[in-house]
């Protein structure tokens, strides 16, 4: 069974910077969408960042345009977090999916396969 494992997390302070990673246990699909979803209580689920893997054009939600990137490297997926403010304070999770759910607004039912999740705080 296909499994998503994710590290990384913690707390840091604002400004500061958070690297999460997500592990795939196997091959998942010839072209997979992985994304990076995150949630905070009383929330909706946000879709942060996104990228097919069989591309190099990653896609960045509006709250992390410019502050977060995306890669992928073999078969791991990677969100780089910097200058990071309390508002990114979250839950936040890898997930994967066909790669025809790589767009702004798929749904978190789209996707096939989640990670378990890393606890991100920023505070002071």
């Known amino acids: 069974q296909v499994q998503l494992v994710q590290s990384g997390g913690g707390s840091v302070q604002p400004g500061g910077s958070l690297t999460l990673s997500c592990v795939r246990s196997e091959y998942i699909f010839n072209s997979a969408c992985m994304v990076w979803f995150r949630q905070s209580p009383g929330k909706d689920r946000e879709q942060v960042a996104w990228l097919n893997t069989g591309s190099t054009s990653p896609t960045y939600g509006a709250s992390a345009r410019g502050r977060f990137k995306i890669s992928l490297e073999r078969n791991t997926a990677y969100l780089r977090m910097d200058y990071l403010e309390p508002d990114d304070t979250a839950m936040y999770y890898c997930?994967?999916?066909?790669?025809?759910?790589?767009?702004?607004?798929?749904?978190?039912?789209?996707?096939?396969?989640w990670g378990n999740g890393s606890q991100v705080t920023i505070s002071d």
């Open positions: 997930a994967a999916g066909p790669g025809n759910v790589c767009y702004l607004g798929a749904k978190s039912t789209q996707m096939k396969f």
